[in-house]
């Protein structure tokens, strides 16, 4: 199996991805390697792995119309910066286009929705800070009950308004 050699220390997300093997289907990367999962059929081609996502060109649609070149560091950048969405559509110069969700590295692999659920149900305990990747604030909300309630209140709203981000500074992904 491929181990991404070439690439940064930082993997990709555990997430679907082309199939590097076999082209027109869908492959699960765990995080550390690919699995035996596999989509097969009609699936529209996304980036390529490796230094390809690194150094390739992405165009976003933007109202009907081409935005771009764009290289990765850029999507991650206007991502923290909330100036595009995980739905919105990306293609690079020699793809269809495709979700911006799929582009590895830009978005969380946090959801936005489970993070907000937890917030709300079990806060108080640190249970949403922990799933975020916050070991230190959640075991500080443990310790502290959700400071008496007040700061799991105040996770909830954050949270609710997507104003938070993941342990590695990426928006969660909606």
């Not at 659920?117 to 230190?136: A, C, E, K, P, T």
């Not at 400071?147 to 105040?154: D, E, H, N, P």
């Amino acid at each position: 199996m491929s181990d991404f050699s070439g690439l940064p220390p930082q993997r990709p997300p555990a997430n679907w991805y082309p199939d590097p093997e076999v082209p027109g289907s869908l492959r699960y990367w765990d995080g550390q390697a690919w699995t035996e999962h596999r989509q097969r059929g009609n699936v529209a081609p996304g980036p390529a792995f490796g230094p390809a996502v690194v150094g390739a060109s992405y165009y976003l649609q933007i109202m009907g119309q081409d935005s771009g070149p764009y290289t990765h560091l850029d999507l991650q950048r206007m991502a923290i910066a909330r100036q595009i969405t995980a739905p919105q559509m990306v293609r690079t110069s020699d793809s269809a286009w495709f979700p911006l969700s799929s582009v590895p590295g830009v978005f969380s692999d946090k959801d936005w929705t489970t993070a907000l659920i937890l917030s709300i149900l079990v806060g108080g305990f640190g249970v949403d800070q922990f799933y975020l990747g916050n070991v230190g604030l959640g075991i500080g909300k443990l310790l502290t009950l959700g400071g008496c309630g007040i700061w799991a209140l105040v996770d909830i709203i954050r949270i609710a308004t997507n104003s938070v981000n993941d342990s590695m500074g990426r928006p969660l992904r909606k």
